[in-house]
């Protein structure tokens, strides 16, 4: 029996049925569930059209992640940048390739994963994620990739052995003593850095590296004296394994800007390193788009890589939208099913380009629509700090005066924040928010309600605010689509 219809590059309508959907050809649930898998669909791999969905590529970020790989042994980096930005996609990447290359050993902590705000379920965490009983091989494999030639067997069976009892003082720590864990992880620490001193002179080889994704929600660690002291030998032993005794490499990585300030006034700004991830430039903008929107067809019709965008819908998306990589894939997502008229035998490709481009429209339409009315009424809502519902009272860490509970701005202070971010292209110097009239405590009060974002200058990174001139920190709007929802706001109040 014939299918209904099928398409040009000769697959059929049920083809298409999703991987991990009953029906599939093609489907290998076992595979497609493999973490990090970065392939995209190609005939020594055919994947199909939803694979993207389950695992989006790794797109570009070469900057960053090069920076990420040849950090020096001991760096505590305080990683920064907007929401949605890639920052947790660069992390896990750089996890999967130091575990790929046998590099060293990350240990990734998700602060998003549950709720870590005291000693104990923190280093519950922290020892689940450091897969002890894997350490071993990779700085054994490590240590000979490292040095390039056979160690001798004795040495190898000193090192292995004095790894084995580090791993199981480790193994044997109870979760519910944080103290202890983080002595025997450092003593752990120590007996890696051993095994490669008089072989490779301190290189990173097999290097363990601490990650903490959103790790602005340590501000949310139980508040009794108690499990205070427990946070602040925390951050304590970060800065020691890293700055001190060279054990680790740490990387803090946060959506909030003002975690640098937090973490300033805790251990002491001179000792992390900052760095910034923010947007993806136009050029980048445009193939991250591009790569979303046809990937997922490609296996089927190779020639839709050659698809041309039609250049007015891509201005007015990407006017809207930035940079922002989430909301690029998320925009891509939706409009790529429209790619499937072009590839049915025997269209009028003519005409089927006119109707795909008019059906994206339409799509592209409803879709910034609605998150235009979202976006509004939530920044509406800075008009009457007041009146703020309770999930919206965010105290600040930065500042004693921002324990209080409710909102520290006026509606005329709100009001004129937005009208300088919005008359400066999105971007305003702080000193110059300052200088206007907005009060130090109004002005951080709407960043840590996230009203406004707070950018300070990194070591590195933070390419896409490069056409700014002015001084920094600097005030800006979350997203582009928040900075049109500040214009919005204005517009309703004449402004």
Same mark, same amino acid.
């Given at each position: 029996?014939?299918?209904?219809?099928?398409?040009?590059?000769?697959?059929?309508?049920?083809?298409?049925?999703?991987?991990?959907?009953?029906?599939?050809?093609?489907?290998?649930?076992?595979?497609?569930?493999?973490?990090?898998?970065?392939?995209?669909?190609?005939?020594?791999?055919?994947?199909? +059209?939803?694979?993207? *969905?389950?695992?989006?590529?790794?797109?570009?970020?070469?900057?960053?992640?090069?920076?990420?790989? =040849?950090?020096?042994?001991?760096? #505590?980096?305080?990683?920064?940048?907007?929401?949605?930005?890639?920052?947790?996609?660069?992390? /896990?990447?750089?996890?999967?390739? +130091?575990?790929?290359?046998?590099?060293?050993?990350?240990?990734?902590?998700? +602060?998003?994963?549950?709720?870590?705000?005291?000693?104990? /379920?923190?280093?519950?965490?922290?020892?689940?994620?450091?897969?002890?009983?894997l350490i071993s091989r990779v700085v054994s494999e490590g240590l000979k990739a490292a040095v390039g030639v056979e160690i001798p067997e004795e040495v190898e069976m000193e090192t292995g052995q004095a790894l084995k009892e580090a791993v199981q003082h480790v193994e044997s720590a109870s979760p519910d003593n944080m103290t202890i864990l983080l002595e025997r992880l450092e003593a752990l620490f120590s007996t890696v850095k051993a095994s490669f001193t008089g072989f490779t002179h301190g290189a990173?080889?097999?290097?363990?590296?601490?990650?903490?994704?959103?790790?602005?929600? #340590?501000?949310?660690?139980?508040?009794?004296?108690?499990?205070?002291?427990?946070?602040?030998?925390?951050?304590?032993?970060?800065?020691?394994?890293?700055?001190?005794?060279? #054990?680790?490499?740490?990387?803090?990585?946060?959506?909030?800007?003002?975690?640098?300030?937090?973490?300033?006034?805790?251990? &002491?700004?001179?000792?992390?390193?900052?760095?910034?991830?923010?947007?993806?430039?136009?050029?980048?903008?445009?193939?991250?788009?591009?790569?979303?929107?046809?990937?997922?067809?490609?296996?089927?019709? @190779?020639?839709?890589? !050659?698809?041309?965008?039609?250049?007015?819908?891509?201005?007015?998306?990407?006017?809207?939208? &930035?940079? *922002?990589?989430?909301? #690029?894939?998320?925009?891509?997502?939706?409009?790529?099913?429209?790619?499937?008229?072009?590839?049915?035998?025997?269209? !009028? +490709?003519?005409?089927? /380009?006119?109707?795909?481009?008019?059906?994206?429209?339409? =799509?592209?339409?409803?879709?910034?629509?609605?998150? *235009?009315?979202?976006?509004?009424?939530?920044?509406?809502?800075?008009?009457?700090?007041?009146?703020?519902?309770?999930?919206?009272?965010?105290?600040?860490?930065?500042?004693?005066?921002?324990?209080?509970?409710?909102?520290?701005?006026?509606?005329?202070?709100?009001?004129?924040?937005?009208?300088?971010?919005?008359?400066?292209?999105?971007?305003?110097?702080?000193?110059?928010?300052?200088?206007?009239?907005?009060?130090?405590?109004?002005?951080?009060?709407?960043?840590?309600?996230?009203?406004?974002?707070?950018?300070?200058?990194?070591?590195?990174? &933070?390419?896409?605010?490069?056409?700014?001139?002015?001084?920094? @920190?600097?005030?800006?709007?979350?997203?582009?689509?928040?900075?049109?929802?500040?214009?919005?706001?204005?517009?309703?109040? &004449?402004?």
């Amino acid at each position: 029996m014939e299918e209904p219809w099928s398409f040009a590059c000769g697959c059929s309508l049920k083809d298409l049925i999703p991987d991990y959907l009953p029906g599939s050809p093609h489907a290998n649930q076992e595979e497609l569930e493999q973490p990090g898998s970065l392939e995209l669909p190609s005939e020594e791999n055919p994947k199909l +059209m939803a694979r993207r *969905r389950i695992a989006p590529f790794f797109y570009n970020r070469a900057l960053e992640l090069g920076r990420l790989e =040849t950090a020096g042994n001991g760096e #505590l980096l305080v990683l920064t940048g907007p929401p949605n930005s890639g920052k947790s996609a660069l992390l /896990s990447e750089f996890k999967e390739r +130091m575990q790929a290359e046998r590099k060293g050993f990350p240990i990734l902590i998700d +602060m998003r994963a549950g709720k870590f705000n005291t000693a104990a /379920s923190f280093s519950r965490e922290l020892k689940a994620k450091s897969a002890v009983p894997l350490i071993s091989r990779v700085v054994s494999e490590g240590l000979k990739a490292a040095v390039g030639v056979e160690i001798p067997e004795e040495v190898e069976m000193e090192t292995g052995q004095a790894l084995k009892e580090a791993v199981q003082h480790v193994e044997s720590a109870s979760p519910d003593n944080m103290t202890i864990l983080l002595e025997r992880l450092e003593a752990l620490f120590s007996t890696v850095k051993a095994s490669f001193t008089g072989f490779t002179h301190g290189a990173a080889a097999a290097f363990p590296t601490l990650i903490i994704d959103e790790a602005n929600r #340590l501000y949310e660690w139980s508040a009794s004296h108690e499990e205070q002291e427990n946070l602040a030998t925390l951050q304590e032993w970060l800065v020691m394994i890293t700055k001190q005794k060279k #054990l680790a490499n740490v990387v803090l990585a946060s959506s909030e800007d003002s975690f640098r300030i937090w973490m300033g006034n805790r251990v &002491g700004r001179e000792r992390f390193t900052v760095a910034v991830v923010g947007d993806l430039g136009d050029e980048e903008s445009f193939e991250f788009f591009m790569r979303g929107l046809t990937s997922p067809w490609e296996y089927y019709c @190779p020639s839709v890589k !050659d698809y041309v965008f039609p250049q007015a819908l891509w201005e007015e998306i990407h006017g809207y939208v &930035g940079g *922002r990589m989430l909301l #690029l894939d998320r925009v891509a997502a939706k409009l790529s099913p429209h790619l499937a008229c072009l590839m049915v035998k025997g269209a !009028d +490709m003519k005409e089927r /380009s006119k109707e795909v481009e008019a059906e994206m429209k339409q =799509t592209w339409n409803s879709f910034m629509v609605s998150l *235009r009315s979202a976006l509004y009424n939530e920044m509406l809502l800075g008009c009457g700090p007041h009146s703020l519902s309770a999930e919206w009272k965010r105290p600040g860490p930065t500042d004693a005066a921002l324990a209080e509970t409710k909102p520290l701005w006026t509606k005329e202070e709100y009001l004129q924040l937005l009208g300088m971010i919005t008359a400066r292209s999105g971007v305003v110097s702080e000193d110059e928010v300052l200088a206007a009239g907005v009060s130090e405590q109004a002005l951080k009060s709407l960043i840590m309600h996230n009203f406004a974002h707070y950018r300070d200058i990194g070591e590195w990174g &933070g390419t896409d605010l490069a056409w700014y001139k002015g001084g920094f @920190p600097v005030v800006m709007a979350m997203s582009m689509p928040y900075f049109h929802a500040m214009k919005d706001v204005l517009a309703r109040h &004449g402004l």
